[in-house]
């Protein structure tokens, strides 16, 4: 029978900046709370070094994909680019996990943007929610990622590339975030292939196109601005 006493290795707080919790023990000393707000921030054992952080924000951007503008809507930002800036930023830090789920917050938001760009009518009326819940069997907003493609794919508003980019976050992130028994061995591999699906995607949607120096948006997501700058909040 095992010792119930025997000694074993432990992290001690590992959840609290020690500093907030034991004030006295850092007092005075900026320099030494600067660095363990950066220690704190960044996963343990990690590497926090300013040339890692950049090492890790190159082996993210390298992508073939790279979001040169978007809108400067507050709403439009907070939902779909602020989480993949977040996105990026966690991988600096060492956290691919947080990157991973980040880049399925943004491709959920995005995958909404795109219904509601899209004008859906029933007779020349706009689709209520009413009318999605009995068509779809719940409201557009409702369903669940995988649904949500579906139904975009279905009414040709997105194409096989970008429907691919969709699958790929989704199962990433599936596998990440549910599994108890997946291996983090590859995390750092599939969270940059998860942020560059992403960016393909707000890339499909904003659109990123530069002609005679001027940048231009989908004309179907300008559109979709302008009546968000328009809305009753939009101003508040």
């Avoid at 040169?68 to 930023?89: M, Q, V």
């Avoid at 393909?200 to 989908?218: S, T």
């Avoid at 179907?220 to 968000?228: L, P």
Wanted: aromatic share 8%.
């Amino acid at each position: 029978m095992p010792e119930q006493n025997q000694l074993r290795a432990i992290y001690l707080r590992p959840i609290n900046l020690v500093s907030e919790d034991l004030p006295n023990i850092l007092k005075g000393d900026e320099h030494a709370r600067d660095r363990e707000l950066l220690d704190f921030l960044v996963t343990p054992g990690v590497d926090a070094s300013s040339d890692e952080m950049l090492r890790r924000y190159r082996e993210i951007s390298t992508g073939p994909t790279q979001i040169l503008y978007a809108p400067n809507d507050e709403h439009i930002l907070e939902k779909t680019i602020w989480p993949l800036r977040h996105a990026k930023s966690s991988f600096m830090l060492g956290n691919p996990l947080g990157t991973i789920s980040l880049c399925g917050t943004s491709a959920e938001m995005f995958a909404i943007m795109m219904f509601e760009m899209s004008d859906f009518t029933i007779g020349d009326q706009p689709m209520t929610t009413t009318q999605q819940s009995r068509i779809f069997g719940r409201t557009f907003e409702k369903l669940g990622q995988d649904r949500r493609v579906e139904v975009l794919r279905a009414y040709g508003l997105v194409d096989e590339r970008t429907q691919g980019c969709f699958s790929t976050i989704r199962e990433i992130r599936n596998r990440y975030l549910h599994l108890w028994s997946v291996s983090h061995d590859k995390i750092s591999t599939d969270a940059v292939r998860c942020f560059n699906a992403a960016t393909d995607i707000a890339k499909c949607v904003i659109g990123q196109e530069v002609r005679d120096g001027i940048l231009h948006l989908h004309e179907k997501f300008a559109r979709y601005v302008d009546r968000m700058t328009k809305r009753p909040d939009a101003d508040e």
